[in-house]
């Protein structure tokens, strides 16, 4: 059980790099080589892997619109990236000797506060200085409650997604503690189920915040 | 003659196990509910099937986060006790 969170595996100029560092690096490389390697000749008529990403991306698209409207389409690359990044730091933790980012609660943190800035900053964008009015609402005497919301939103974001990946991951090792042959593997097959709800969920509050701080009244 | 380390180790699994136990009853219960309005709405309109399951869902993990808060604190709890260093 030592494994639980972050280890350091290097030091570089007094930097601490570890191994969540490079499960993120692996992951943003391998997700950039995809990318490359698919869009560097669009085709009409795609290929294997344009098609794929294609279908992905419409996925996506989809998502978006049915939760933000026809506006959401704006949004749609910083939820799209959000949401691809999640499922699939979630679904690396399935492969042997990888284990999830998303199992570390800075990264989780780092996201949550992601959402929260960028709520903010589009707001801001589309609203103005009115962006602040919604802390006096209904009442001016809701201000304390809603500034608590602040704190509590990226908060619950952080933990619910650190804490589904972390109990999933300590669910299997323990399972393969106990029975190493097969058992964790249906277990391991929820998980990767419970990665693609959770990183839909985070995503839909996202999206729902981002609406919430954009709506004209 | 118990120790001081001792006993808060004690009380600390103790509130862990508590912790997780306590917190799955509410939400196991929530969850129950959806899940069984979910499959009236279902049985009673096929149709929509796709639309509800995918709202329950995505309640159901919300729902599920309470427990999952719970858990957090077990785990801080054993694998991070701000307690014991003040022993």
Known sequence: MEELGPHVIAEFHGWHITSTVMMNTLLTAFVTLVSYLSTRRLQAVPGRLQNVLEAVVEVLEGLVEENMGEKG??????IGTLFLYILLSNWMGAIPGLHSPTSDINVTAAL?????????VYGLSKKGLAHFKHYLEPMPIFLPLNLMEEVTKPLSLAFRLFGNVTGEHIVVAVLGLIVPLLVPVPMSLFGLFTGLIQALVFTMLAMVYITQATEEE | MITAKALVLAVTILSAALAI??????????????????????????????????TMLIGIAIIESLTIYAFVIALVLIFANPLLGRV
């Open chain 1, 73 to 78: 389409k704006e949004y749609f690359p910083f």
């Open chain 1, 112 to 120: 949550a506060v992601i959402v929260l800035l960028a709520s903010h």
């Open chain 2, 21 to 54: 136990g306590l917190g799955t009853i509410g939400p196991g219960l929530g969850q129950g509910i959806a899940i069984s309005r979910a499959v009236e709405g279902i049985a009673r309109q096929p149709e929509a099937a796709d639309n509800i399951r995918m």
